[in-house]
């Protein structure tokens, strides 16, 4: 069965990529225009394997198409390049709305409270479910690379989170030696974002980092390849260990267009 899936990937990514899909690529999705020739061959071959094996629907009226096909693809196979990837395998359906959403949010609050109701979002992802985008939001964050944020890059590091069997900021590192390092480095940056916010200072990791390790994972992701290189200035050691995680280095690519 493995052997029948390696070659039907490599079959597809051997196909001629759709002149169309790349005019939507260089349309779209700044991030694009840094990559190498080497990179941007191969993020199209991954492309054609994602495409092919997640379905889209849209919610609220949205028509899928392949313009937002392609640039929701494109962005989540970054965080696949240069890595041995089964394709984020527990992924199946990838949910469109228009625009920012509504969704029910249950929080416990310190002693014992809980607090219930509606809360605007731009995308979620769910363990072993699919991932909810706002069109409006993919495609802002897809022109814009000099934007912080990228709520594509946001839901499918959940997504990588979540193939180590929990959603906890511990995704499967590519070799054992890396978890005690990993531990170490990020576990510490989490908790020195969570006491310069408790003591009201300006942070330059997204605060929503703060909510759990799980989205600061999130977060760091992000920062990783939309602004690397204040992340290395600020936080060295921890630029350090998601350039390991994904075997890039988002800098290089960022100081030739600087």
Request: charged share 25%; proline share 5%.
């Amino acid at each position: 069965m493995f052997g029948f899936k390696h070659k039907r990937r490599e079959h597809l990514r051997s196909l001629p990529f759709p002149e169309k899909w790349e005019e939507i690529l260089i349309k779209n999705f700044g991030y694009y225009n840094h990559l190498s020739k080497e990179d941007q061959e191969e993020l199209k071959g991954d492309i054609q394997i994602f495409l092919d094996e997640k379905k889209f629907e849209g919610l609220e009226g949205l028509e899928i198409t392949d313009e937002i096909r392609v640039t929701i693809a494109a962005q989540a196979c970054i965080l696949l390049l240069h890595r041995e990837t089964d394709f984020y395998p527990t992924l199946y359906t990838i949910l469109v709305y228009p625009h920012p959403f509504y969704s029910h949010v249950k929080q416990n609050l310190p002693g014992g409270l809980v607090s219930e109701g509606e809360q605007g979002r731009l995308g979620e992802s769910w363990y072993r479910g699919p991932v909810v985008l706002s069109w409006d939001d993919v495609l802002r964050s897809a022109h814009d690379h000099n934007d912080p944020h990228n709520v594509v890059f946001h839901e499918f590091a959940h997504q990588l989170d979540s193939e180590s069997g929990a959603n906890e900021g511990i995704p499967l590192l590519p070799n054992k030696s890396m978890y005690i390092a990993w531990a170490r480095v990020l576990g510490g940056e989490y908790q020195h974002l969570l006491d310069e916010i408790h003591h009201n200072h300006k942070t330059d990791i997204d605060p929503y980092g703060a909510t759990n390790a799980a989205e600061f994972f999130a977060v760091v992701t992000e920062a990783f390849f939309e602004k690397p290189i204040q992340l290395k200035q600020h936080h060295p050691q921890l630029y350090e260990q998601l350039a390991l995680f994904y075997k890039q280095n988002p800098i290089e690519r960022f100081s030739k267009h600087t």
